[in-house]
């Protein structure tokens, strides 16, 4: 998270297009929970391990830089952001899609200290 708090300061991350890509976060000590689990249980198999909240960037975004104090983030229009930034970054920001943790929860039993990125970005940046 600290290496998104820099640039979101010095307003170095913009929303790009209309932000409509869909980020799913998870804290730290959440993931390691569930990994802590899948190796007490000694499961096989792939486990998708995020919060329950996944969001678009035009929505986790700002409240970033609410959180590190920081204006609200600049838009850029995907044309001018593909050079810059790539077309990775502007894949994400714009048709980025979120995840499940269901079988985590179903299969595990794992359960998430802070199920919303919110919580965890508040936690991490207060």
Known sequence: ????????????????????????WVHLD????AT????????R???????DEPAPAREW???LATCVGAKRPMRVPAWLARPLA????VVLMTEGR???NAKAK??????????SWRQGFAKELA
């Open 61 to 63: 975004l700002p409240y």
């Open 36 to 43: 802590a689990l899948a190796v007490e249980q000694k499961v």
């Open 1 to 24: 998270m600290d290496d998104l708090a820099g640039p979101v300061r010095k307003r170095q991350f913009p929303i790009i297009g209309g932000g409509g890509g869909y980020c799913s």
């Open 45 to 51: 198999g792939v486990f998708t391990i995020v919060d």
């Open 30 to 33: 959440d993931a390691a929970s």
């Open 86 to 89: 790539g077309q990775v970054a």
């Open 98 to 100: 979120g995840f499940s």
């Open 106 to 115: 179903r299969d595990l039993g794992w359960e998430l200290r802070y199920p």
